[in-house]
């Protein structure tokens, strides 16, 4: 009887550690050095640096409170654009302090561009909270104001948001984009031109 078990045991505990080994080390390092290998920029989190200091990710929002700068998507993620928590609000729209905070959002955004309807991406958080990117209607939006605050002619930040579209992959797959880091990073490059 003793016997029987353990020869039902040995296959189930060689295949539980062969898998272990497979699955748990050996596919995870082989895809860590592929990626490292055909992607290192996008593995290692797509950073940005400039003069040799890290100022964010192409993948991951984070918020830009001065006027000057494009506004991005809300984030309920931690504090906002926290990395480390991740995650939506989870309030549904009967959620009172959902419709308070959108509400105030609107209110802030239409006192900044008096007349014209807020796109919904600029008071709506996405499901992460991290999303980099806002709607070419939202980055629009904001160049009237943009353009005023820095003291450029509004034609040129228009074409500086036409230029940072990115269109769907393969034409079909998702909406077009502005990532908003590019865009102010780029919208800097154009001021300090402007200024000299």
């Not at 006192?111 to 991290?130: E, I, K, R, Y």
């Given at each position: 009887m003793g016997k029987d078990i353990l020869t039902s045991l040995r296959p189930a505990i060689v295949l539980t550690i062969l898998f272990a080994v497979l699955l748990g080390i050996a596919y995870p390092l082989a895809m860590t050095g592929i990626g490292q290998v055909l992607f290192p920029h996008q593995a290692n989190g797509s950073l940005i640096e400039e003069q040799g200091k890290l100022i964010g990710s192409s993948r991951i929002g984070q918020g830009f409170a001065d006027p000057r700068y494009f506004s991005p998507r809300p984030s309920a993620a931690g504090n906002g654009y926290d990395g480390l928590a991740s995650s939506g609000s989870n309030?549904?729209?009967?959620?009172?302090?959902?419709?308070?905070?959108?509400?105030?959002?609107?209110?802030?955004?239409?006192?900044?561009?008096?007349?014209?309807?807020?796109?919904?991406?600029?008071?709506?958080?996405?499901?992460?909270?991290?999303?980099p990117d806002i709607s070419p209607e939202a980055a629009f939006y904001q160049v009237a104001r943009i353009a005023a605050v820095r003291g450029l002619p509004a034609p040129r930040v228009r074409a500086l948001v036409q230029d940072m579209i990115r269109t769907p992959f393969l034409g079909f797959m998702?909406?077009?984009?502005?990532?908003?880091?590019?865009?102010?990073r780029r919208l800097d490059r154009i001021s300090a031109n402007t200024a000299q």
């Open positions: 309030f549904g729209p009967t959620s009172q302090a959902l419709v308070d905070r959108t509400k105030a959002d609107v209110a802030k955004f239409q006192q900044m561009s008096p007349g014209l309807p807020v796109p919904s991406d600029l008071v709506t958080a996405s499901a992460s909270g991290l999303d998702g909406d077009p984009s502005v990532n908003i880091l590019d865009l102010n």
